[in-house]
Each structure stands twice: as structure tokens, then as C-alpha cells.
């Protein structure tokens, strides 16, 4: 674990996905998986949690549907869910806004699921 600019940062895996702690808001990795039978929170690739949703990769459908799956897996509003990179990549970085220690119990919980 790294100090940067008084925030937290754990990597993990090669490609050093991260997971960032500032006040309420906690950020990490999402991989996005659009198609999907049916939506899902769960997982992990690469250091990133997986994300299954219906809406196909067009017009930022599966962008918004991640943003809604995501907000239902951790219990919060969907307007604390919000997307801060690769809005139209798989891979992604997601901010949630919330209780941080909850949040982060919560993501270690979804990523050790399968």
C-alpha cells in the first residue's frame, strides 16, 4: 500500500487496477461484460470486478446499465454510482459515493464472488 497525496491507494495485479479511498467516495476497477443473459455483479478479472449486463456495447446502454447494477449491488442511490473512466471501453473506473468502509467491505465481498 502506497501514500499518494494523502490517499489511499491498494494495487493489485499486473496491470495495476486500483482501489482509491478519499472521504466518501470509494473508485475501482470494473470489467464489463454487455450481452449478458441476464445482470450480474460478481467476480473478478484481472484485479477488476466483473460486471454482466443485458444492454448490448451502444450508445453507452451498457455504460448506464452497469452504473444501475452497480448502485443496486451496493445499496445506494443510483446517482452516487458514476463512471470516471472508459465510458465507452469494457474496462472502467467506477466511483461510488457512501459510507466508505461499508462500500469497501461490500467490493471485497462482490469480487470474491463467483
Given at each position: 500500500?502506497?501514500?499518494?497525496?494523502?490517499?489511499?491507494?491498494?494495487?493489485?495485479?499486473?496491470?495495476?487496477?486500483?482501489?482509491?479511498?478519499?472521504?466518501?467516495?470509494?473508485?475501482?476497477?470494473?470489467?464489463?461484460?454487455?450481452?449478458?443473459?441476464?445482470?450480474?455483479?460478481?467476480?473478478?478479472?484481472?484485479?477488476?470486478?466483473?460486471?454482466?449486463?443485458?444492454?448490448?456495447?451502444?450508445?453507452?446502454?451498457?455504460?448506464?446499465e452497469t452504473c444501475a447494477a452497480l448502485a443496486e449491488a451496493f445499496?445506494?442511490?443510483?446517482?452516487?454510482?458514476?463512471?470516471?473512466?472508459?465510458?465507452?471501453?469494457?474496462?472502467?473506473?467506477?466511483?461510488?459515493?457512501?459510507?466508505?468502509?461499508?462500500?469497501?467491505?461490500?467490493?471485497?465481498?462482490?469480487?470474491?464472488?463467483?
Open positions: 500500500m502506497r501514500v499518494i497525496n494523502s490517499v489511499r491507494c491498494t494495487y493489485d495485479g499486473a496491470a495495476k487496477r486500483f482501489r482509491e479511498k478519499a472521504g466518501n467516495v470509494i473508485r475501482f476497477s470494473v470489467r464489463v461484460h454487455p450481452g449478458s443473459k441476464a445482470p450480474t455483479v460478481g467476480g473478478c478479472y484481472d484485479g477488476a470486478l466483473v460486471v454482466r449486463v443485458r444492454a448490448r456495447a451502444a450508445d453507452g446502454a451498457a455504460t448506464a445499496g445506494v442511490r443510483p446517482s452516487a454510482v458514476r463512471c470516471e473512466q472508459g465510458a465507452r471501453s469494457r474496462t472502467k473506473v467506477v466511483a461510488v459515493e457512501g459510507r466508505d468502509d461499508v462500500l469497501a467491505s461490500r467490493l471485497d465481498v462482490l469480487r470474491s464472488a463467483t
